[in-house]
C-alpha cells in the first residue's frame, strides 16, 4: 500500500505504535500532531494537512505588535533563529523531546524475556477459540495506559481550582491504580519504568 498521501508517511504522525483493533488484528497506529483525526489514528486515513516525512513546511509572518483587543484571526508565534535553520530529521528528534517531556513520557523496553512472546485469553467454555495477543501489542497498551495516568496526575497537582482535600481524594484513586497494575511491572526491563501504587501495595 502506498504511503503517499496517507498518515503512515505523514511528518505529522507521531507515537507510532502497534494496537490490536476490534476485529483482533494488529495494526500501525500513531496520533497526530494537527489532531485531525482522534485517537487511534490508523496509517490508512489520509487528509488534505498531509506532509511527507523528510519535508518540513514552515511558514513565518511577520506581524506587527496590536493591542491584545484589536487582534483578529491566529495568533502568530515567534520561533528561535535556530529552530528555523534545522531539518526535518533535527526538528523532528527536537519534536520527540518536547513531547516526550510535555506528556512526561519515554521510551520504555518490554523485558527481554518476552520479546516475540503471546498473551493468551483462555475461555472457559468449551468450543470457544482462544484468543492470541502478541506481547508487544499488549505491553503497548499498559504503556499508554501508565503514560495517561502520569499526564492526569501532572494536571491534578497543577490545577489551582481544586480544594486541597479534593486533589488528596483524587490523587488516591490514580495511585489506587497505580497499586493495581503493579502486576505487569514484570513486563518492564527496566523495573523504574514500572508502576508504584501505595508502598506494601506493589
Known sequence: MSEIGRCGGCARF????????ANGEVRRAGDCLLEVWPSPLYEE??????????TFKLEVK??????????????HISLPEDLLT??????????????????????????PRFRGGELILKP?????????????AFFHKIVMIRDKLRVLEQKLNTNDKLLPEEKVQLQQYITGCYGT???????????DDGFVGQKGSE
Open 45 to 54: 486515513r489520509t487528509c488534505s494537512k498531509f506532509v511527507a516525512r523528510g
Open 14 to 21: 507521531v507515537r507510532v505504535r502497534e494496537i490490536i483493533d
Open 181 to 191: 497494575l503493579t502486576t505487569f511491572n514484570v513486563l518492564f526491563a527496566d523495573k
Open 62 to 75: 511577520k506581524t506587527r505588535k496590536e493591542p491584545m483587543a484589536q487582534k483578529s484571526g491566529p495568533t
Open 86 to 111: 534545522m531539518d526535518a530529521d533535527e526538528f523532528r528528534s527536537v519534536l520527540k523531546q518536547v513531547l516526550r517531556e510535555e506528556l512526561a513520557t519515554e521510551p520504555v523496553d518490554l523485558h
Open 124 to 136: 472457559g467454555k468449551e468450543g470457544t477459540a482462544d484468543k492470541h495477543v502478541p506481547l508487544e
